[in-house]
């Protein structure tokens, strides 16, 4: 249950936050300047697929802060731990490669939190009449966000921040305000990533509902001959999320270079041994091959990453995909020959194509 300020509990919330992440900041109000701080623990972390609302339940513990208080804590944090990133454009096996991590013992797992999705949307209107936030203070906050995010348990080498996939946006901002960040960014091929969306039993709603936010950061700073949201086939709308997210990833590649790490899902699953241990170098977790080994045939893999109590069997992977391209054949076929329309009329997404087939 969330606690008025002058409760002794919120005094315990506000000495944790400089020293402990069992002080989490969930939630931000932009309007009125306040910080929802939740009271969690190092198994809650580890547990949680999602760091969003999904967390709270009637027994949580926490407050609304004022945001001067945390960010004034934020800066009394003490031995912070490296901070870096999983970012990934969806559906592409970015919780799975953060339970694998988790397994290495030596990572604190934020995955997905509700403060990052909040701070990506802010960041749409940053620089227009209608931000409530000045770059400044933009920049400000993301600096008190990463303070916080630096926090670690005793074993704590690192933590990694999996992204919400329409996070990827923020990635160039967030690694330029903390240059010891590295990140990895998970995508698919085109035709395989929407035969896996438009498997999904949540299909249509996932794709209409993250519509918008992806078709104004496809058209962010370009004219392209698109069609109107409402004027798009299933198909389609799985092939702009594909692009906008996939420009994303191209744009933190293009702002950071060798400190972003670009992985193929399919690549991974091929070498999982191999492919963690690259991350595992890339974000300096020091593991020996032994802890390695033991992460890479974790059970992990043979659960769905997002509800580990449901089995994921080997092969389950190709059976849907192969099931997804029989039963959606023509709806990916529209999504592929939008992208190749859009790839005619703007150089960046016929490079982004290009690329894909080399």
Same mark, same amino acid.
């Given at each position: 249950?969330?606690?008025?300020?002058?409760?002794?509990?919120?005094?315990?919330?506000?000495?944790?936050?400089?020293?402990?992440?069992?002080?989490?900041?969930?939630?931000l109000?932009?309007?009125?300047?306040r910080?929802?701080?939740?009271?969690?623990?190092?198994?809650?972390?580890?547990?949680?697929?999602?760091?969003?609302d999904?967390?709270?339940?009637?027994?949580?513990?926490?407050?609304?802060?004022?945001?001067?208080?945390?960010?004034?804590?934020?800066?009394?944090?003490?031995?912070?731990?490296?901070?870096?990133?999983?970012?990934?454009?969806?559906?592409?096996?970015?919780?799975?490669?953060?339970?694998?991590?988790?397994?290495?013992?030596?990572? &604190?797992?934020?995955?997905? *939190?509700?403060? %990052?999705?909040?701070?990506?949307?802010? @960041? +749409? =209107?940053?620089? $227009?009449? #209608?931000?409530?936030?000045?770059?400044?203070?933009?920049?400000?906050?993301l600096?008190?966000?990463?303070?916080?995010?630096?926090?670690?348990?005793?074993?704590?080498?690192?933590?990694?921040v999996?992204?919400?996939?329409?996070?990827?946006?923020?990635?160039?901002?967030?690694?330029?305000?903390?240059?010891a960040?590295?990140?990895?960014?998970?995508?698919?091929?085109?035709?395989?990533?929407?035969?896996?969306?438009?498997?999904?039993?949540?299909?249509?709603?996932?794709?209409?509902?993250?519509?918008?936010?992806?078709m104004?950061?496809?058209?962010?700073?370009?004219?392209?001959?698109?069609?109107? &949201?409402?004027?798009?086939? *299933?198909?389609? %709308?799985?092939?702009?999320?594909?692009? @906008? +997210? =996939?420009?994303? $990833?191209? #744009?933190?590649?293009?702002?950071?270079?060798?400190?972003?790490?670009?992985?193929?899902?399919?690549?991974?699953?091929?070498?999982?041994?191999?492919?963690?241990?690259?991350?595992?170098?890339?974000?300096?977790?020091?593991?020996?091959?032994?802890?390695?080994?033991?992460?890479?045939?974790?059970?992990?893999?043979?659960?769905?990453?997002?509800?580990?109590?449901?089995?994921?069997?080997?092969?389950?992977?190709?059976?849907?995909?192969?099931?997804?391209?029989?039963?959606?054949?023509?709806?990916?076929?529209?999504?592929?020959?939008?992208?190749?329309?859009?790839?005619?009329?703007?150089?960046?997404?016929?490079?982004?194509?290009?690329?894909?087939?080399?």
């Amino acid at each position: 249950m969330l606690a008025s300020t002058e409760n002794p509990a919120v005094r315990d919330l506000e000495a944790l936050l400089p020293v402990s992440p069992d002080a989490h900041a969930h939630n931000l109000e932009l309007a009125g300047g306040r910080v929802l701080v939740l009271r969690l623990d190092e198994r809650a972390y580890h547990a949680a697929s999602f760091l969003d609302d999904r967390i709270l339940t009637p027994s949580t513990q926490g407050a609304w802060l004022p945001g001067a208080v945390v960010t004034e804590a934020s800066r009394r944090i003490r031995e912070p731990r490296p901070v870096h990133f999983i970012f990934h454009t969806g559906h592409v096996g970015s919780t799975l490669l953060s339970r694998l991590l988790d397994e290495t013992g030596r990572v &604190l797992p934020l995955r997905e *939190p509700l403060l %990052l999705r909040s701070i990506a949307e802010a @960041a +749409e =209107s940053v620089g $227009r009449p #209608d931000s409530l936030l000045a770059e400044a203070q933009f920049d400000a906050l993301l600096d008190m966000t990463l303070r916080l995010w630096s926090r670690g348990y005793a074993g704590t080498r690192a933590v990694v921040v999996k992204a919400t996939s329409s996070a990827g946006s923020l990635a160039p901002a967030l690694l330029g305000r903390s240059p010891a960040s590295r990140a990895v960014y998970l995508n698919l091929a085109a035709e395989p990533y929407l035969a896996t969306l438009l498997g999904g039993a949540n299909s249509s709603t996932d794709l209409r509902g993250h519509g918008p936010g992806r078709m104004r950061r496809l058209l962010a700073g370009r004219s392209i001959p698109v069609e109107p &949201l409402h004027a798009l086939s *299933p198909g389609e %709308l799985a092939a702009l999320g594909w692009l @906008a +997210e =996939s420009l994303s $990833r191209r #744009d933190a590649i293009a702002a950071h270079g060798p400190r972003v790490l670009a992985l193929d899902f399919d690549g991974f699953l091929g070498d999982v041994p191999g492919q963690l241990a690259r991350v595992a170098d890339h974000f300096d977790l020091a593991l020996d091959p032994a802890a390695l080994a033991a992460a890479a045939t974790s059970t992990v893999l043979g659960q769905y990453s997002k509800a580990p109590q449901l089995p994921y069997p080997p092969g389950e992977r190709a059976e849907r995909l192969a099931g997804s391209r029989r039963d959606n054949r023509a709806e990916i076929a529209r999504g592929l020959a939008w992208l190749e329309r859009l790839a005619g009329a703007d150089a960046a997404i016929g490079a982004l194509l290009a690329a894909e087939r080399a």
